[in-house]
């Protein structure tokens, strides 16, 4: 099936990294987004902050693709403490300015782990520091998360 043989080719994307690694060959920010997002794609959330990491350490500036990706992990995994740990990285450390897709995610994130205060913070944060306004999608999420707090699954899609 076709899933199956993407997970195959992202799995072993990330052992081709391993060992370009090994022989420090020098990977572009083009190669560590596509393993960052092999992470997201292959439920291997824990292995995104350390290809991040390797980047940085390779003196290799991330892009907004990056900290985007990294968001979708951290939110895969349900951690808003690290979705909103690169989003301070972003701004603070690279000067990178989060767009709607990081707004979207850090807003699924916080749905996800019932955080509903926490993410009207974040939505006041992100249109007063970065002008994103809110979304209809962002909105959907948190509905969705607050749904799923009170009702089984299935009475919320």
Do not use: W
């Not at 794609?41 to 907004?64: H, Q």
């Not at 972003?90 to 000067?95: G, S, T």
């Not at 709607?100 to 520091?129: G, N, Y």
């Amino acid at each position: 099936s076709l899933s199956l043989s993407l997970s195959l080719s992202l799995s072993l994307s990330l052992s081709v990294f391993v060992i370009f690694s090994l022989l420090a060959a020098t990977l572009s920010h083009c190669s560590y987004n596509f393993l960052i997002k092999a992470c997201f794609l292959t439920d291997r959330f824990i292995d995104a902050p350390v290809l991040y990491n390797r980047m940085v350490d390779s003196n290799i500036t991330p892009t907004l693709v990056t900290f985007n990706e990294l968001i979708k992990c951290a939110s895969r995994a349900g951690s808003l403490m690290m979705a909103i740990s690169f989003l301070d990285e972003m701004r603070d450390r690279f000067n990178v300015v989060p767009d709607k897709i990081s707004a979207h995610f850090l807003m699924v994130t916080a749905a996800r782990v019932q955080d509903f205060s926490a993410a009207d913070e974040l939505l006041a944060r992100l249109e007063h520091e970065d002008g994103i306004t809110p979304t209809q999608e962002m909105y959907a999420a948190l509905a969705k998360g607050a749904c799923n707090a009170t009702q089984p699954l299935r009475a919320c899609e």
